[in-house]
């Protein structure tokens, strides 16, 4: 890695240059910089001027070397082409848009699958916090850790922009650590489409490497739960049961006819019919392997295992059925019984917290209380002891309850064509719109589809649930309820 100084329009930018990369990359990186688009740079270099083919090895660049870059930062402003309107002809929604919106990202042809899945993860904000934390810029040895350092530089710009932001150089590295996205295809050109779940894993096994501080990380710390397995067989009653504990990152939602609920499907995913040998038979024997979750991550993903191969066709075909899944989501029947009994005081907080916000609606709304609640006095919330295991254990969910936070969809008939999008739950508080009442419960969401982002309620995510040819739930994104 070489640190170089390029000079433009009177600004000095430190830029490290990967000697093994081509000129195209580093122009990459002059417009994350100064976003003049690579076609309208002229780098100057010895010999000429830098092309995108050029071998920056053959330049022999040197520390604090100073490069000179001419070029402008797109086309000048133009006229609006709808005429002016003013915030009090605007319509809820119109007005949501114009008060707070966040930026989106381009499609840079087929992204769309990497672009929901950065802006799903932009919502755990211990996420963004971690990679400010990291050490060193993109010119590091480890490509993993370059690939981190990108996705922070893609934040930070996504952060400061109201307009769409090209991931260039992020994707750039992306296609690096994982040449599997760089595929290209090979009957109508260009490159193809990926599977978002598939993009969603691989960042976070990269990230959980890259963001890795005294054994631990934030992935593992806020995102990863433990699984306890059992593995026995009727076959072989006298077989003594095989229990192991491992790390998951997802639960798994199994769809097939009889599933119509996301709790059924994940319950389906933890107890399945395995095939394996049996020491005590001598042969392969159907096993029962039963899971149960002994520590819930405080974000909590759930994937919808919505493709399976069509042999015929050779294709991941689409499972188009509707499967409903909740705003508020309760895990604890999945858990094991000494996590239950942990999680119990916590859990009931959470459910006196929900009834008190219930009868503050009420009461706003300027409804009559039922006779029960008249009969209750509206008093402080009991204090609760927090289990000693759960309260040292940074990063967990203590209750067991969840509240949705993010949403990737995916529209089409395959996982490898179509189009994602992703949807995120606006913080109250933080810009646009907020209820007229207080009995007003909804929630509002961004929509990011790709660079047009808009903003939609809880009413619209629901219907997200599939059995159409609309946007389908395929990765959800659950965080843990507050306690307060």
Request: glycine share 8%.
């Amino acid at each position: 890695m070489v640190k170089v100084q390029v000079k433009w329009q009177g600004k000095k930018y430190e830029v490290d240059v990967d000697a093994t990369q081509p000129g195209e990359v580093f122009k990459m990186q002059l417009y994350s910089l100064t976003g003049v688009e690579p076609d309208r740079q002229r780098v100057l270099v010895k010999g000429g001027q830098l092309k995108d083919d050029t071998s920056m090895t053959s330049l022999g660049l040197v520390d604090g070397q100073t490069l000179m870059m001419m070029g402008t930062a797109g086309e000048l402003p133009k006229a609006p082409v709808q005429p002016v309107k003013f915030m009090e002809d605007m319509t809820e929604n119109e007005m949501a848009q114009a008060l707070s919106i966040p930026a989106g990202l381009s499609n840079l042809g087929n992204t769309c699958y990497m672009n929901a899945t950065l802006q799903c993860l932009k919502a755990v904000p211990e996420l963004k916090q971690a990679l400010d934390s990291l050490a060193g810029g993109m010119g590091q040895s480890d490509p993993r850790k370059n690939l981190a350092a990108s996705m922070r530089q893609l934040y930070d710009q996504l952060s400061a922009s109201s307009d769409g932001v090209p991931p260039l150089v992020f994707l750039q590295f992306l296609r690096q650590v994982f040449p599997k996205f760089g595929a290209q295809d090979r009957q109508h050109g260009g490159y193809m489409q990926q599977d978002a779940e598939e993009c969603w894993n691989e960042l976070l096994t990269t990230l959980d490497h890259a963001l890795k501080r005294e054994d631990t990380s934030v992935v593992e710390q806020y995102m990863s739960g433990t699984m306890v397995t059992t593995l026995s067989t009727e076959e072989a009653p006298e077989e003594a049961a095989t229990v192991r504990e491992q790390m998951f990152r997802k639960l798994d939602c199994i769809i097939d006819k009889s599933v119509n609920y996301v709790a059924q499907g994940i319950g389906k995913g933890l107890e399945q019919v395995i095939e394996k040998r049996s020491d005590a038979l001598g042969r392969n024997a159907d096993y029962k392997a039963v899971s149960r979750i002994a520590r819930l991550p405080e974000y909590l993903t759930v994937a919808f295992n919505r493709f399976s191969w069509k042999a015929s066709e050779s294709v991941e075909a689409k499972i188009v059925k509707s499967v409903k899944y909740p705003l508020d989501l309760d895990v604890t029947e999945f858990c094991t019984e000494e996590l239950q009994a942990r999680m119990r005081p916590a859990r009931q907080r959470v459910r006196d917290i929900d009834d008190r916000l219930a009868m503050e609606r009420k009461l706003k709304a300027g409804k009559r209380p039922s006779q029960q609640e008249e009969a209750e006095p509206v008093e402080p919330l009991a204090p609760f002891v927090l289990a000693d295991e759960l309260k040292a254990d940074v990063g967990c969910n203590p209750s067991g309850v969840y509240e949705l936070v993010g949403v990737v969809t995916h529209i089409g008939r395959s996982a490898n064509s179509g189009h994602y999008m992703g949807w995120v739950r606006k913080e109250k508080g933080v810009g646009g719109p907020e209820p007229k009442s207080g009995a007003d419960t909804r929630n509002w969401w961004y929509k990011f589809d790709d660079d047009e982002v808009s903003m939609v309620t809880d009413e619209d995510i629901l219907k997200l649930c599939g059995g159409g040819d609309w946007h389908t739930a395929y990765v959800t994104l659950y965080r843990a309820k507050q306690l307060n």
